[in-house]
Structure formats: C-alpha cells, structure tokens
Nanobody, 115 residues
C-alpha cells in the first residue's frame, strides 16, 4: 500500500509562487508515473503535470510555462513549483501515483490565490 502526503499549500497573492511537495511512503519504483491534479469547488478534477520514472515531464496547457514538476528519487518525493499564480489557480492540489493498474491519491493541500 502506498501513502502520499502533500504539503506546501497556503495563501499567496496573485503573481506569487508556491512549491508543493508529495512524499510517498515506501519506494517509487521504475514504471511508476506520478502526477499533480487540482480540484476547485464545483469543478472536475484537472490534470496539471506528470512525470515518468525516467524524469520526463508533461504539462496541461493551462499551466505550461508557469508550473514545473520534478522529483527526488532518494527522498521519494515529487514537487510542483508554481510561479505567477492567478486567482483561478485556487483549488485543492492532489498528488497521484500510478503503479500498473493501481492508482493512489493523497489527501491534497489547499492553495488559495488572492487578487
């Protein structure tokens, strides 16, 4: 069983930055795919960024150029650096790990961007 714990959320002014972390219990195995999603009230969960075990990232168009995903295999941690934040980025940010057919989610960390 994998457990994911997100941290780093908070309240920030528009134009500011935050760095989110997602720590995975146990090891991140070769073939695991990790990603960041967000969910705002009344909206569907939205894919933001993903990273393969080899470190190849991909991004949703809505965050490309502003958000950067990275990982530290030694710490079993994935990060999401968020720059030039906008009020519409306000949401619960969740970490996801896919291992084969199994998918694991963290509880999320709240990000609120004030105008």
């Amino acid at each position: 069983q994998v457990q994911l714990v997100e941290s780093g959320g908070g309240l920030v002014q528009a134009g500011g930055s935050l760095r989110l972390s997602c720590a995975a219990s146990g090891f991140i195995f070769s073939g695991d795919f990790m990603g960041w999603y967000r969910q705002a009230p009344g909206k569907q969960r939205e894919f933001l960024a993903g990273i393969t075990s080899a470190g190849t990232p991909n991004y949703a168009d809505s965050v490309k150029g502003r958000f950067t995903i990275s990982k530290d295999n030694a710490k079993n941690t994935v990060y999401l650096q968020m720059n030039r934040l906008k009020p519409e980025d306000t949401a619960l940010y969740l970490c996801r790990l896919q291992r084969g057919v199994n998918i694991y989610w963290g509880q999320g960390t709240q990000v609120t961007v004030s105008s």
